[in-house]
């Protein structure tokens, strides 16, 4: 899956195995029309707390990163496109968990094989580890 901008138009184009699948307009992008200078990959969840406690809705699988590959949900071979037009890996990625406790992230670099830079994120909601 890759997300590139359109020279000629400045659209955002989204891609699956290189072929198109829509694109969002350049003018809903105030402040991305010659390209992006940062990149976040991830997941969210909306909590307003609707019974007094965190939310019991999962991100990802519903398991964290520490449980790894066949439990975990991941992103692999991430990758960002140059000036150039030549897909780079990023040299540091920074995670970022608001609530670890809750949901939390795991980055690594796999040499071995063809994972490339990768994540894991995810975990359960609201449970016995994060109560609030």
């Given at each position: 899956?890759?997300?590139?901008?359109?020279?000629?138009?400045?659209?955002?184009?989204?891609?699956?195995?290189?072929?198109?699948?829509?694109?969002?307009?350049?003018?809903?992008?105030?402040?991305?029309?010659?390209?992006?200078?940062?990149?976040?990959?991830?997941?969210?969840?909306?909590?307003?707390?609707?019974?007094?406690?965190?939310?019991?809705?999962?991100?990802?699988?519903?398991?964290?990163?520490?449980?790894?590959?066949?439990?975990?949900?991941?992103?692999r071979n991430i990758q960002y496109m140059d000036d150039a037009n030549v897909f780079k890996?990023?040299?540091?990625?920074?995670?970022?968990?608001?609530?670890?406790?809750?949901?939390?992230?795991?980055?690594?670099?796999d040499t071995s094989s063809d994972g490339g830079t990768f994540f894991y994120f995810g975990?359960?909601?609201?449970?016995?580890?994060?109560?609030?």
């Open positions: 899956m890759s997300i590139v901008q359109n020279e000629e138009h400045g659209h955002w184009w989204l891609l699956l195995q290189n072929e198109s699948i829509g694109y969002w307009p350049q003018s809903i992008f105030s402040r991305m029309t010659n390209g992006a200078e940062q990149i976040n990959w991830g997941g969210e969840i909306v909590n307003d707390e609707p019974e007094g406690h965190h939310t019991p809705t999962q991100m990802g699988s519903g398991h964290f990163p520490r449980e790894g590959y066949g439990k975990a949900s991941y992103f890996d990023p040299e540091k990625l920074i995670p970022q968990a608001t609530k670890p406790s809750c949901y939390d992230v795991q980055v690594g670099q975990g359960p909601g609201y449970s016995d580890i994060c109560p609030t």
